[in-house]
């Protein structure tokens, strides 16, 4: 698996750690893997995972996007119908309506935000759905919320939305040639560039949280209070 998805071992081993604390999957001695029957308990699970430690780190979401939707991308290249082609194509035109949004206002830039963001996450859903794997379907919903975090923040970065869009183009061809492994490289490419953009994001938080304490410790000491 780690050969075929381009990942490490740990970031498989994490994931399949995810899957057992969402209570979707049992792993076995001799056997592995075992998919479960989802449960309300599951359901609540998976929940509290997407609203925790995903929304927490943007890094490991990433990591488990990248065992869970390489091999999405892939089964929908396999099983994607006509339907499936039409879902995809009405998503990216959505995004290309949002993209010629006015965004100089402050409204006009919430209706772009709330829109692109929008596009972006049924894109990935309609993937997951072109599979035919009800559970593929129900983990990719499970982290939805984190996703769509992660995608509002990244997509407030210059050019980050047409670059999404071009990528979600380049994957839907894939998928429309019945290509699975051409599907995969796209998939991998899109993933790579939201992981380069959340250690961006993440890099600028940094940054500014010592600037963010230094402007709060001024106010509060009386050093720096005017007289």
């Not at 998976?46 to 892939?74: D, N, P």
Request: hydrophobic residues 45%.
């Amino acid at each position: 698996m780690t050969e075929e998805l381009s990942v490490s071992r740990t970031c498989v081993r994490e994931a399949i750690k995810s899957l057992q604390s969402l209570q979707l999957i049992s792993v076995k001695p001799k056997i592995g893997a075992v998919v479960l029957q989802p449960t309300p308990v599951a359901l609540i699970n998976a929940e509290y995972l997407s609203t925790s430690a995903f929304m927490q780190q943007a890094e490991s979401l990433i990591e488990f996007r990248k065992v869970l939707e390489l091999g999405l991308v892939a089964l929908a290249a396999e099983k994607a119908t006509d339907a499936d082609w039409t879902l995809l194509r009405s998503v990216l035109a959505e995004q290309e309506a949002a993209l010629k949004m006015d965004r100089n206002t402050r409204h006009g830039n919430t209706v772009f935000h709330e829109a692109i963001n929008g596009a972006n996450l049924s894109f990935h859903k309609a993937v997951a759905a072109a599979t035919r794997n009800p559970l593929a379907i129900m983990v990719l919903e499970a982290i939805s919320a984190p996703l769509a975090e992660v995608s509002r923040r990244t997509n407030e970065m210059p050019g980050v939305p047409e670059a999404g869009l071009r990528q979600h183009w380049a994957i839907y061809r894939a998928i429309r040639e019945n290509n699975p492994e051409k599907a995969r490289r796209a998939m991998q490419a899109h993933l790579a560039a939201a992981e380069r953009n959340a250690h961006i994001l993440e890099s600028e938080d940094h940054d500014e949280s010592p600037k963010a304490h230094t402007a709060a410790s001024r106010k509060e000491h009386p050093v720096f209070q005017r007289q």
